[in-house]
T-cell receptor, first 113, second 112 residues
Framework: SAVISQKPSRDICQRGTSLTIQCQVD?????MFWYRQQPGQSLTLIATANQGSEATYESGFVIDKFPISRPNLTFSTLTVSNMSPEDSSIYLC??????????FGEGSWLTVV | GENVEQHPSTLSVQEGDSAVIKCTYS??????FPWYKQELGKRPQLIID?????GEKKDQRIAVTLNKTAKHFSLHITETQPEDSAVYFCAASNQAGTALIFGKGTTLSVSS
């Protein structure tokens, strides 16, 4: 299975600021995914990060709010821009590895005050 | 797009009993169905998965069944233990083939 590292693991952010979350994988992967899990809720796919092309966003998520970078096959970043309390969530990076199995990073717990 | 429905939302059982969680999906092209367990304050952990060419898969006390015709799949936990208490999520692969769409989760409580 892939080893996925996320930074930061937790942060408390001020309203109106932006925060960039990093996701590092220990092997090259074609596709990386970003999910959001709001308190007490399920996981919602934000976007698929593809190396060499723009990310593909799901309905309800836009690039201006959640810009994503994918500079190579082992790394991606998700920025949460102009944060409000409603952005307080766990943000999870995931990758496909070992034959279509999806693994998750530890998650980044963000609280916006 | 894909839609995954999960039932029940909460489930309380006595230690030693069995627990069953059911999910239905909408996209007949989906071919990968994992189950995740999430304990409080932790990330989702894959516990078992099944692919569309298999009808049933078992791993010790955990089993998953898949009915592609009816588009539903179920998680079965036998001889439940208090440490099985957690939120369980089912998921299905979407049209792109690898990104997952999740059910809303089931909170399982096992009392001793």
């Amino acid at each position: 299975s892939a080893v996925i590292s996320q930074k930061p693991s937790r942060d408390i952010c001020q309203r109106g600021t932006s925060l960039t979350i990093q996701c590092q994988v220990d092997s090259q992967v074609t596709m990386m995914f970003w999910y959001r899990q709001q308190p007490g809720q399920s996981l919602t796919l934000i976007a698929t990060a593809n190396q060499g092309s723009e990310a593909t966003y799901e309905s309800g998520f836009v690039i201006d709010k959640f810009p994503i970078s994918r500079p190579n096959l082992t790394f991606s970043t998700l920025t949460v821009s102009n944060m409000s309390p409603e952005d307080s969530s766990i943000y999870l990076c995931s990758v496909e590895s070992s034959g279509n199995t999806i693994y998750f990073g530890e998650g980044s717990w963000l609280t916006v005050v | 797009g894909e839609n995954v429905e999960q039932h029940p939302s909460t489930l309380s059982v006595q230690e030693g009993d069995s627990a069953v969680i059911k999910c239905t999906y909408s996209d007949s092209a989906s071919n990968y169905f994992p189950w995740y367990k999430q304990e409080l304050g932790k990330r989702p952990q894959l516990i078992i998965d099944i692919r569309s060419n298999v009808g049933e898969k078992k791993d010790q006390r955990i089993a998953v069944t898949l009915n592609k015709t009816a588009k539903h799949f179920s998680l079965h936990i036998t001889e439940t233990q208090p440490e099985d208490s957690a939120v369980y999520f089912c998921a299905a692969s979407n049209q792109a083939g690898t990104a997952l769409i999740f059910g809303k989760g089931t909170t399982l409580s096992v009392s001793s």
